[in-house]
């Protein structure tokens, strides 16, 4: 079992920063790539940035250049730095990872970006 927990969320004026932890418990060491998604109101839940137990990255076209995604494996850790936010940032933010084919998901945690 893997369990995952996501913290760091709250409400920022556009242009500002905040940075999400996810944190990951349980049979760790089945871990590789861990994701950030977001799902904004109305909307699809979708793909903001991955980041693999190596350390490759990948993001979405709307985020690059804005958001980083990093990893420390030594805490179980996976971050995402978010800078310039804009109010169509705002969502609730979701960790995710596959643990024996089947996604798991964290609780998320709420960023709301004011204009």
């Known amino acids: 079992q893997v369990q995952l927990v996501e913290s760091g969320g709250g409400l920022v004026q556009a242009g500002g920063s905040l940075r999400l932890s996810c944190v990951a418990s349980?049979?760790?060491?089945?871990?590789?790539?861990i994701d950030w998604y977001r799902q904004a109101p109305g909307k699809q839940r979708e793909l903001v940035a991955g980041?693999?137990?190596?350390?490759?990255?990948n993001y979405q076209d709307s985020v690059k250049g804005r958001f980083t995604i990093s990893r420390d494996n030594g805490k179980n850790t996976v971050y995402l730095q978010m800078n310039s936010l804009k109010p169509e940032d705002t969502a609730v933010y979701y960790c995710?990872?596959?643990?024996?084919?089947?996604?798991?998901w964290g609780q998320g945690t709420l960023v709301t970006v004011s204009s």
């Open positions: 980041i693999t137990r190596g350390g490759t990255t």
């Open positions: 995710h990872t596959v643990f024996r084919s089947l996604g798991v």
């Open positions: 349980g049979s760790i060491f089945g871990i590789g790539i």
